[in-house]
């Protein structure tokens, strides 16, 4: 079994819609990111974090660490947000990622 | 804003020869990773690195492996020897605290 799953595996919407997307983990974790995955291949990290809820733009990710399950929620969303969109754990120790397999997101206009 | 860089962008290798891909993490950052994404893969760790050693390394980084950090700004991955399927996009990542941040990547094409 993954440590890191996440859902949906791939998701379609129209511009303006609003997306969630579902990261659940089976190990004590400290923290987690989100990242962005463009076509062309690079990572761009989008939040970490332990508890809560954090916001930046359009973009808010929040976090039950009891629960161990975190979402990653774009409000009105548009085409320049399609992307793959990653959820990565932060273990206690040592502090190497731990991927989910990502959900890849295509807006339409 | 500070980012970490990683060059080249894309490396194309006959299989059996060395590569060395070359990373510029934060000048301020004291822990480095690389990872690897195989074509339609997730993400995995390879190894990381703090204090001039290796702190963790994963299954997939054997003997034909070996990172190093030969001055104070580079941080590189030898792979010795590739393989078909060393094909993929490999990224460097490094912290201070606890956030990580990635190169852009560096695509690996072993031919």
């Known amino acids: 079994k993954n440590e890191v799953e996440q859902s949906p595996q791939n998701l379609t919407a129209q511009e303006g819609e609003f997306i969630t997307i579902n990261c659940s983990y089976s190990?004590?974790?400290?923290?987690l990111h989100w990242l962005q995955q463009h076509p062309g291949g690079g990572i761009v990290s989008l939040f970490m974090l332990s508890s809560g809820k954090k916001k930046h733009g359009r973009l808010i990710a929040t976090i039950n660490i009891q629960e161990k399950h975190s979402s990653l929620h774009i409000t009105a969303s548009h085409p320049r947000d399609s992307a793959v969109y990653i959820c990565a754990a932060i273990k206690a120790a040592g502090n190497k990622l731990t991927f989910g397999g990502g959900t890849r997101v295509l807006v339409k206009p | 804003e500070p980012e970490v860089t990683q060059t080249p962008s894309h490396q194309v290798t006959q299989m059996g020869q060395e590569v060395i891909l070359r990373c510029v993490p934060i000048?301020?950052?004291?822990?480095f990773y690389w990872y690897r994404q195989i074509l339609g893969q997730k993400v995995e760790f390879l190894v990381s690195?703090?204090?001039?050693?290796?702190?963790?390394k994963s299954e997939i980084f054997d003997d034909q492996f070996s990172v190093e950090r030969p001055d104070g700004s580079n941080f590189t991955l030898k792979i010795r020897s590739t393989k078909l399927e060393d094909s993929a996009m490999y990224f460097c990542a490094s912290r201070r605290e606890y956030e990580q941040y990635f190169g852009p990547g560096t695509r690996l094409t072993v031919t």
């Open positions: 690195f703090y204090n001039n050693e290796i702190s963790e």
């Open positions: 190990v004590g974790i400290s923290a």
């Open positions: 000048s301020n950052h004291l822990y």
